[in-house]
T-cell receptor
Framework: SQTIHQWPATLVQPVGSPLSLECTVEGTSNPNLYWYRQAAGRGLQLLFY??????ISSEVPQNLSASRPQDRQFILSSKKLLLSDSGFYLCAWSVIGTLAGNTIYFGEGSWLTVV | GDSVTQMEGPVTLSEEAFLTINCTYTATGYPSLFWYVQYPGEGLQLLLK?????DKGSNKGFEATYRKETTSFHLEKGSVQVSDSAVYFC???????????????FGEGTQLTVNP
C-alpha cells in the first residue's frame, strides 16, 4: 500500500531563518506531488505541485520554493522565513494521469510557527 | 476559475442530530467532487467522493450527492457522534487537467462540534 511521510511534524523558527520540510511517498511510482498550506482558521491554499522530477509549478508568489530531487521526494524550502509563513503545511500525492477522479492523499502535516 | 463555497461554521450539534454541511461549486465542465475531514492536529483524510453527476459518495454514515443542476455537493449524516467532531472540507478537481494542473480547489472548511 502507498504511504506518505512528512517531517518534521512541528517546528518553531525565528524570522529570517531558513526552512526545509521534506516529504516522501512510498509504494507508488511517478506520483503527482503537492504542497498545501493551511493558515490558522482558514482553508487550504495550493503552493506547489509537481508532475515529475525537477518539474515544479508555483501557484502563488511568495518567498517559498519547492524541489523534487527524486521521484518520490518533495521538499519545501525558504531562505528567510516571514511571520506570515506560519501555518500548517501539508504534502500530498496522487497517481499520475489525466483522471480528475483520482484521489489526492495527504500526509500528516507539519506545524510551522515563525517567531 | 474553479471555486468552492462552503457553509460557514462553526456548527454545533447534539449527539444523534442530523447534519448538513452545504457546498456549492463553480467549475468548467464536469469536475470531480470530494469531501475531506481533518481531525484535530492531523492531516486531511478523504471522506468520500463523486466523479460524475448524480453519483452519491458515502462513507462512515456520511453521504453527498453530485448535483450538477444546482452545482452542489452537500454533506449529510443522519445521526452524528461525538467522534465526528472535526473540520470538513469540500473540494473539487477540475475536469480540464491541462489547465487545472490536477490540483484540488478547497472550500474554507466547516468546523463541526458534536456534544454528548
Amino acid at each position: 500500500s502507498q504511504t506518505i511521510h512528512q517531517w518534521p511534524a512541528t517546528l518553531v523558527q525565528p524570522v529570517g531563518s531558513p526552512l526545509s520540510l521534506e516529504c516522501t511517498v512510498e509504494g507508488t511510482s511517478n506520483p503527482n506531488l503537492y504542497w498545501y498550506r493551511q493558515a490558522a482558521g482558514r482553508g487550504l491554499q495550493l503552493l506547489f505541485y509537481s508532475v515529475g522530477i525537477g518539474q515544479i509549478s508555483s501557484e502563488v508568489p511568495q518567498n517559498l520554493s519547492a524541489s523534487r530531487p527524486q521521484d518520490r521526494q518533495f521538499i519545501l524550502s525558504s531562505k528567510k522565513l516571514l511571520l506570515s509563513d506560519s501555518g500548517f503545511y501539508l504534502c500530498a500525492w496522487s497517481v499520475i494521469g489525466t483522471l480528475a477522479g483520482n484521489t489526492i492523499y495527504f500526509g500528516e502535516g507539519s506545524w510551522l510557527t515563525v517567531v | 476559475g474553479d471555486s468552492v463555497t462552503q457553509m460557514e461554521g462553526p456548527v454545533t450539534l447534539s449527539e444523534e442530530a442530523f447534519l448538513t454541511i452545504n457546498c456549492t461549486y463553480t467549475a468548467t465542465g464536469y469536475p470531480s467532487l470530494f469531501w475531506y475531514v481533518q481531525y484535530p492536529g492531523e492531516g486531511l483524510q478523504l471522506l468520500l467522493k463523486a466523479t460524475k453527476a448524480d453519483d452519491k459518495g458515502s462513507n462512515k454514515g456520511f453521504e453527498a450527492t453530485y448535483r450538477k443542476e444546482t452545482t452542489s455537493f452537500h454533506l449529510e449524516k443522519g445521526s452524528v457522534q461525538v467522534s465526528d467532531s472535526a473540520v470538513y472540507f469540500c473540494a473539487l478537481r477540475g475536469f480540464l487537467l491541462e489547465t487545472s494542473g490536477s490540483r484540488l480547489t478547497f472550500g474554507e472548511g466547516t468546523q463541526l462540534t458534536v456534544n454528548p
